[in-house]
T-cell receptor
Framework: SQELEQSPQSLIVQEGKNLTINCTSS?????LYWYKQKYGEGLIFLMM?????EEKSHEKITAKLDEKKQQSSLHITASQPSHAGIYLC??????????FGAGTTVTVRA | DTGVSQNPRHKITKRGQNVTFRCDPI?????LYWYRQTLGQGPEFLTY????????KSRLLSDRFSAERPKGSFSTLEIQRTEQGDSAMYLC???????????FGSGTQLSVL
C-alpha cells in the first residue's frame, strides 16, 4: 500500500535482544492491525489498535498507536527464535478492508 | 478446524491455461476477501464479498480474473489465460460485517511457467 510504510524492511537480532518495527500511515487510521506471517503461509492476527494512545501487549510483544493515529510501533522484548518471521501492519481506513505495508522480515540469531 | 480453508495450496500451470482456486471462510463470517501477495510485498486487495454480493473490485483485477460467492458461503477465484505475471500467493480472508479484523487462510501459491 502506498499509504502505509513499514521500517525497517528487515532486521537481524541476537536472541534475547529487543527489537522495534514501525508503521506509518499517510492519513488518519481508523484501526491498525498487526499480523505475523511465516514464509509461504497465511497471516496470523497478533493485535488490533483503534484508539489514539492505545497500547496492547501479548506475551513479549507490545504494540502502540500514537495519539494522532498515524503511526504504530511493534516492540518485541527478549526475542526468541519463535519470533522470526514477517511482520505486517494493516490499516483500516473505514472502507471495509485492510491495506497492508510491505512487511518487516525478522531474523533471530541464536 | 474452523479457520479459513484454501485449496489447492500450490498450483503450477502453463501460461495461457485457466486456473480456479477455492476458499471456505469461517462459517459465521459474511464478508470474504481475496488478496494477492508477491515476494517481498504485503498483500494487495483484489475484491470482497458481503454474503453473495461482490461489493468492490480493485483496479488490479483485470478482466481475466473473476470471483464468485454463489451462496454466500465458499468463494472461487478464476484466472483465465494465465500470464507469468500472475505468479503470486493468493490469500483469502473472512470477517464479520462491521469488523476489519480479517482471518486469513494459508493461501494458494500459483506458479505460471
Amino acid at each position: 500500500s502506498q499509504e502505509l510504510e513499514q521500517s525497517p524492511q528487515s532486521l537481524i537480532v541476537q536472541e534475547g535482544k529487543n527489537l522495534t518495527i514501525n508503521c506509518t500511515s499517510s492519513k488518519t487510521l481508523y484501526g491498525l492491525y498487526w499480523y505475523k506471517q511465516k514464509y509461504g503461509e497465511g497471516l496470523i492476527f497478533l493485535m488490533m489498535l483503534q484508539k489514539g494512545g492505545e497500547e496492547k501487549s501479548h506475551e513479549k510483544i507490545t504494540a502502540k498507536l500514537d495519539e494522532k493515529k498515524q503511526q504504530s510501533s511493534l516492540h518485541i522484548t527478549a526475542s526468541q527464535p519463535s519470533h522470526a518471521g514477517i511482520y505486517l501492519c494493516g490499516a483500516g481506513y473505514n472502507d471495509y478492508k485492510l491495506s497492508f505495508g510491505a512487511g518487516t522480515t525478522v531474523t533471530v540469531r541464536a | 478446524d474452523t479457520g479459513v480453508s484454501q485449496n489447492p495450496r500450490h498450483k503450477i500451470t502453463k501460461r495461457g491455461q485457466n486456473v480456479t482456486f477455492r476458499c471456505d471462510p469461517i462459517s459465521e463470517h459474511n464478508r470474504l476477501y481475496w488478496y494477492r501477495q508477491t515476494l517481498g510485498q504485503g498483500p494487495e486487495f483484489l475484491t470482497y464479498f458481503q454474503n453473495e454480493a461482490q461489493l468492490e473490485k480493485s483496479r488490479l483485477l483485470s478482466d481475466r480474473f473473476s470471483a464468485e460467492r454463489p451462496k454466500g458461503s465458499f468463494s472461487t477465484l478464476e484466472i483465465q489465460r494465465t500470464e507469468q505475471g500472475d505468479s503470486a500467493m493468493y490469500l483469502c480472508a473472512s470477517s464479520l460485517a462491521g469488523s476489519e479484523k480479517l482471518f486469513f487462510g494459508s493461501g494458494t501459491q500459483l506458479s505460471v511457467l
